[in-house]
């Protein structure tokens, strides 16, 4: 197969012809090029060949990896990381105290907000006061039952953030129990420093404002909402 095309190419144009040891030499030199080009250039394209093919194959791995390395996490997991539970008491002392008074969350969480009251004094709430807001679905649990108002006179506390138009009731506790449970839930989307305040005039003085209502780390406080 050599052969043929060596000698199509040079023999006619004089190297066999002119053979002198310079140009039998130089013919020697241009015939080894030849049969190296010859026999490399299939080594080449068979290797050219086998690197596209591998290329292809290696290609078509990566796509299907890509298309399966990536589960969407599922919805419950993203439930799970967003609701946050709150636990707050009232206790009976010479005042009335929620304890504790400040707690933080995160934006984008649900809250579920736990109040367990001690306290057996009613203090008679203002008219829209008594009514629940700012919760999922208008309502919170009282002792297991879900209520969107109470009756004004059977109340004693509420946790209100006017900013965020919540308002969640307290009643006080019935005659012959130890406590009650008020749970609310409910979202925050805003971040920022939230002032709550108990809208019951649950203090001291003419007016029920004064005491507690007028000392902070009683009937007040902040929530944080982080970023
Ligand atoms: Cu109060």
Not at 111 to 124: C, R
Not at 172 to 197: D, L, R
Request: glycine share 10%.
């Amino acid at each position: 197969m050599v052969r043929p095309f060596l000698r199509r190419e040079h023999d006619p144009r004089g190297c066999v012809a002119l053979r002198s040891p310079r140009t039998q030499k130089g013919c020697d030199r241009m015939a080894r090029n030849v049969v190296f080009r010859s026999r490399l250039l299939p080594g080449v394209l068979a290797f050219g060949a086998f690197a596209a093919f591998a290329g292809l194959i290696a290609g078509c791995g990566a796509l299907t990896t890509t298309s399966t390395a990536t589960p969407a996490p599922s919805a419950a997991t993203q439930t799970a990381a967003k609701t946050v539970h709150v636990n707050l008491s009232v206790l009976n002392g010479n005042w009335p105290q929620f304890t504790p008074t400040d707690f933080t969350v995160s934006k984008g969480e649900t809250v579920v907000l736990t109040i367990t009251s001690f306290d057996p004094g009613t203090s008679t709430l203002p008219a829209n006061f008594a009514k629940v807001s700012g919760t999922v679905g208008g309502t919170e649990m009282i002792n297991g039952t879900a209520v969107s108002q109470i009756t004004p006179n059977l109340g004693a506390h509420t946790l209100t953030i006017p900013a965020l138009g919540l308002n969640v009731v307290v009643p006080a506790v019935a005659v012959g129990q130890k406590s009650v449970t008020v749970q609310a839930t409910f979202q925050v989307t805003k971040s920022g420093s939230f002032v709550w305040q108990c809208m019951a005039p649950c203090g001291t003085g003419p007016s029920g404002w004064s005491g507690p209502m007028a000392e902070k780390g009683y009937m007040s406080g902040t929530m944080t909402v982080l970023n």
